[in-house]
């Protein structure tokens, strides 16, 4: 998927008033403020996954996109996964947050909500760019943790050592 890919697809979900986070290689690369690597897919959190996400497949359907795969298991600090491709090599994944998991990740104290709604403090929250566009995205922090409760591809690799060199040191 390329840069003016993702952002065609920002748009729509834009005038659908679906409010997102980009997570995954392109999030990494929005904070990074750059493309590092070629990617697959568009991974999207959506904030509010129960009340947006048909939304958001449906303003994604009038551009071709179709669900092939929904999951309520698909992992530890996502389970909530619908998967959508249009048949012309753009697939998307979007996301939803099991926000006890990330608080607990995060050391943080529980808020007895659940995993549906995202209601998380501004530094989970990052803004990235890509294309030369500012893109909402997951901070570094959360892009770490979630690089982080299984087993690490080579592409999850590259991820995790830039998401620490935009850290810094400590």
Not at 19 to 34: K, N, P
Not at 44 to 56: G, H, K, M, S, T
Not at 151 to 159: G, I
Request: proline letters at 2%; a negative charge.
């Amino acid at each position: 998927m390329r840069a003016k890919d993702v952002l065609w697809i920002l748009q729509v979900l834009d005038t659908a008033e679906v409010h997102y986070r980009v997570a995954g290689g392109w999030g990494v690369d929005a904070l990074a403020g750059r493309q590092t690597r070629r990617h697959h897919d568009l991974d999207l959190v959506i904030l509010d996954f129960e009340r947006d996400e048909a939304r958001a497949r449906s303003a994604l359907a009038s551009l071709g996109f179709r669900l092939i795969n929904r999951s309520q298991e698909a992992g530890i600090w996502m389970p909530l996964q619908s998967v959508l491709d249009d048949d012309a090599g753009h697939r998307i994944e979007f996301l939803g947050i099991d926000e006890e998991q990330l608080i607990a990740g995060l050391r943080r104290p529980s808020t007895g909500r659940g995993h549906t709604r995202v209601d998380l403090g501004s530094t989970d929250f990052a803004s990235g760019a890509i294309g030369g566009r500012t893109v909402a995205c997951l901070s570094t922090e959360v892009q770490l943790l979630f690089h982080s409760g299984y087993e690490l591809r080579s592409s999850d690799r590259r991820d995790t050592a830039m998401l620490l060199r935009l850290l810094g040191p400590n």
